[in-house]
């Protein structure tokens, strides 16, 4: 009699098995269509597909069971290599591996016995009876394994072997089913979760010391009410035990460098998302990522930001350094990546672009930047719109940064510094109106001849290169100010924590780069993130980190600016810490703006010049910035020429809509008089001597 069962597939019918994604940053068992296998070694086991990439996601993902919490460890593990196999089968890996629960197999709940049953079934492929872990077995048999297919690599086949948490009677073994597990650490995961081993860890690279880690701890678990996983469990000894980790690290782990970095990324795989050993016909690429930068690159990059900085260190260590930052919410920049390669043109950024923006949306399909800031004129510009999929804006802090600090060290005198760092923007500004680029250079160094020292350096960096900026100024939209804070911030703090006297021996070293960077530079920013969300520490956090001069400047109030519409060469600014004292910044609403405050007389962009360029902006009373002129022009070619495609047609018509409403509510309030109306070009001569005065309408 022939039944209407689904018939259950045998093993050579899994690659018509659908592929499974589930739409979470971690996923479980209980979120897969698990299908039994009919015959064979695997008959009566439940498999699924799911990418590969996925894997870790779901071992992560099975160990919150909530009935029976757990960590799965591997047991053994099989690589083979491709084009090892004429005739692979349905079934045939490039990789094998075993998890298995932490809990078992062995079984050590009777500490007469003193060692394991031996009818455990433990694999015959394990580590040996881990003497050290005897406490918490309890005979678990929960275990599964996965297998990269030969024939498919992106693809990963789990079968799991037993699902369920019990010994080898059937009864739960661990987890608040198990009556004798209640009250004692086998309710819970049998370690300390990786996110409380990354806070532990952070705490003792700040400073923190051992009880003041564990008296923070247990007020942490007093808060939600005592104990109620593994982490609550935290003691002295856990904590030392890290300690100890700490001070025996190196980060010469073999006396070659490269050598060195190849044992590194071998051991730290899950930080590493592309890796390039150097040889005759590749550079060197390394790209470095942890579990806590990918969340923060998911977080805050998404509808936001991805800002640039390049080749840093680029005269001092082996290798020039890059990092992909992200804005928090305080606009502080967050590195997300780093990448270390051989190369200094941009030329190899196909090569780990692609893969890093792959891991990010393997977590979260919907993250979608909405621009990528971009500091380095060589990069190729349709790598990273392919690759991020959003608008590339260029970014001048490096460029204002370099010509203002140079300018401090080889002019001495302060009104010829400004003047010739006004003339420098003129320079890019001329790319979109006024005279062509050589003529303005020409001018330049014709009127500043005397000034030797710096003309020899613009001519021998700059002059080669001047060719590369001027056409992304001329064909790429420029990032406003705001974000330059950010960046040069992050930029100071790597700059002070890398090149002090400690580390110079050690420079010219990758691995030790490579090693500074994940642990001591990545516990700050870590710690730095946890105190300002919890509000622990914040004394200590205040230490280490100050708010950039964005996020300072808006605590400057407008009454303090001195803006005279009928003098717009300079502003004056009030000093917030001493009264007495006012800044003047010339060239106000500019990137090329100078202020001759102390943090300013530094090279770097202060809150002043930032507080100024937001008031000159929102009033409209100063010449617009690269920022505005591009996006003018761009608004102004599209009403001239509209896109054929509909769907193109209809988002620049919705903008546009809102640009309106924008002007609009502008126009209410100057006709209010909450709003200073723009000054007439007949009737200001200082407004008459900018090189495009038009309205900044974003």
């Known amino acids: 009699m022939k039944t209407n069962e689904p018939k259950m597939p045998r093993m ?7 592929v499974q994604d589930p739409p979470y940053l971690e996923f479980s068992a209980a979120q897969i269509n698990w299908v039994k296998i009919e015959g064979g070694r695997q008959g009566g086991d439940d498999i699924a597909l799911i990418p590969f990439s996925r894997v870790d996601d779901f071992v992560k993902g099975e160990s919150t069971n ?5 960590r799965f460890r591997i047991e053994s593990r099989r690589k083979r290599p491709e084009g090892s196999v004429s005739k692979p089968r349905v079934d045939g890996y490039l990789e094998y591996t ?14 007469e016995s003193g060692a394991c049953d ?24 929960c275990h599964f394994t996965v297998k990269r297919l030969y024939t498919r690599p992106l693809l990963a086949l789990i079968i799991y072997n037993q699902r369920n948490h019990v010994d080898k009677t059937g009864a739960p073994c661990h987890g608040i089913l198990d009556r004798d597990a209640v009250g004692t650490r086998a309710m819970y995961a049998p370690r300390i979760s990786e996110e409380l081993r990354q806070k532990i860890i952070s705490m003792l690279y700040v400073g923190i010391s051992l009880d003041n880690i564990i008296q923070h701890h247990m007020e942490e678990v007093e808060k939600h009410g005592g104990p109620c996983s593994r982490d609550d469990f935290l003691t002295r000894n856990d904590v030392r035990n890290m300690e100890r980790v700490i001070r025996h690290s190196s980060y010469e782990l073999n006396e070659n460098d490269i050598s060195s970095v190849r044992m590194w990324v071998q051991r730290h795989q899950k930080l590493v998302f592309f890796f390039q050993d150097l040889s005759p016909t590749e550079s060197f690429v390394l790209g470095i990522q942890s579990e806590w930068q990918l969340q923060q690159m998911i977080r805050y990059g998404h509808n936001s930001y991805v800002a640039s900085d390049s080749n840093f260190g680029l ?15 305080c606009q502080n920049a967050i590195p997300v990546a780093w990448v270390i390669t051989s190369s200094s043109d941009g030329q190899d950024i196909h090569r780990w672009m692609g893969p890093l923006v792959e891991r990010v949306r393997t977590k979260d399909h919907r993250w979608s930047p909405s621009a990528f800031l971009m500091d380095d004129p060589s990069l190729d510009i349709s790598i990273i719109r392919d690759a991020f999929q959003c608008r590339v804006l260029l970014c001048l802090w490096h460029v204002r940064r370099s010509w203002m600090r140079s300018l401090l060290k080889k002019c001495c005198h302060f009104d010829v510094q400004r003047e010739m760092f006004k003339y420098l923007g003129r320079i890019l500004y001329s790319t979109r109106n006024g005279p062509s680029v050589m003529d303005a250079i020409e001018e330049f160094m014709q009127i500043f001849v005397d000034q030797s020292a710096f003309m020899d350096y613009f001519r021998d960096r700059w002059l080669p290169r001047m060719d590369l900026w ?14 330059y804070a950010a960046i040069e911030d992050y930029h100071l703090r790597l700059k002070s924590k890398l090149f002090n006297n ?14 500074l960077l994940t642990t001591e530079f990545h516990s700050l920013y870590w710690f730095d993130q946890y105190a300002e969300e919890t509000g622990c520490f914040r004394n200590l956090r205040d230490g280490f980190f100050s708010n950039n001069s964005w996020y300072r400047a808006l605590s400057i109030p407008d009454v303090d600016v001195i803006l005279d519409v009928e003098d717009l060469r300079l502003v004056k600014v009030i000093s917030q810490s001493d009264r007495s004292l006012v800044y003047t910044i010339w060239n106000p609403g500019s990137e090329f703006a100078m202020c001759d405050c102390p943090w300013s007389r530094l090279g770097n962009l202060c809150k002043h010049v930032i507080k100024v360029g937001i008031l000159c902006r929102n009033r409209q009373v100063a010449r617009p910035s690269l ?4 996006y003018r022009q761009a608004l102004l070619s599209l009403l001239q020429n509209p896109p054929d495609d509909p769907i193109v047609l209809d988002h620049a018509i919705l903008h546009v809509n809102r640009l309106q409403q924008d002007i609009k509510g502008l126009e209410d309030l100057s006709n209010s008089g909450l709003l200073q109306p723009l000054p007439l070009l007949e009737t200001n001569s200082q407004v008459a001597d900018s090189l495009l005065p038009l309205p900044r309408l974003h």
């Not at 920022?627 to 591009?630: L, S, V």
Request: proline share 8%; aromatic share 8%.
């Open 315 to 329: 005269k001092r260590i082996r290798y020039p350094l890059r990092t992909l930052l992200v804005l928090d919410s």
């Open 66 to 70: 909530a009935e029976c919490p757990a």
């Open 627 to 630: 920022a505005a002129q591009t």
């Open 98 to 111: 075993l998890y298995w629960c932490s809990y078992g197999p062995e079984d050590f709940r009777d500490s």
């Open 12 to 18: 050579e019918d899994i690659l018509n098995l659908p």
């Open 502 to 515: 400690l580390h110079a021996g050690s420079w010219h070293r990758v691995d030790w780069l490579v090693h």
């Open 470 to 483: 001027v056409n992304d100024v001329r064909t790429l939209p420029v990032a406003n100010q705001e974000p």
């Open 118 to 141: 031996s009818s455990n079934n433990k694999p015959t492929s394990g580590k040996g009876s881990r003497p050290g872990r005897r406490h918490m077995m309890r005979g678990c048999l």
